[in-house]
């Protein structure tokens, strides 16, 4: 069973920064893709950023340039910098952990950005 544990949401004016990190637990295998999405509300759920256990990264085109993701290997961490944060980031985020061809969610934090 893997479970997903997401911190560090919370309300930051627009133009200011949050960071959030992700830790799994469970039966983690060394080849995954870990994550995040967002879902705002009235809205479906979007990509925001993905990374390989190799390193390769991916970007929703609404957070490139502003957002970061990283990860640790050993700890099978995940973490996403986001940056220069606009009113429309304002979204519940969820990480993702995918491996052998199951996807596996988190709980969401709330990320809240004012104008």
């Known amino acids: 069973q893997v479970q997903l544990v997401e911190s560090g949401g919370g309300l930051v004016q627009a133009g200011g920064s949050l960071r959030l990190s992700c830790a799994p637990s469970g039966s983690i295998f060394s080849i995954n893709t870990m994550g995040w999405y967002r879902q705002a509300p009235g809205k479906q759920r979007e990509l925001v950023a993905l990374i390989a256990a190799g390193g390769p990264t991916v970007y929703g085109d609404s957070v490139k340039g502003r957002f970061t993701i990283s990860r640790d290997n050993a700890k099978n961490t995940v973490l996403l910098q986001m940056n220069s944060l606009k009113p429309e980031d304002t979204a519940v985020y969820y990480c993702?952990?995918?491996?052998?061809?199951?996807?596996?969610w988190g709980k969401g934090t709330l990320v809240t950005v004012s104008s």
């Open positions: 993702n952990l995918a491996q052998r061809f199951i996807n596996y």
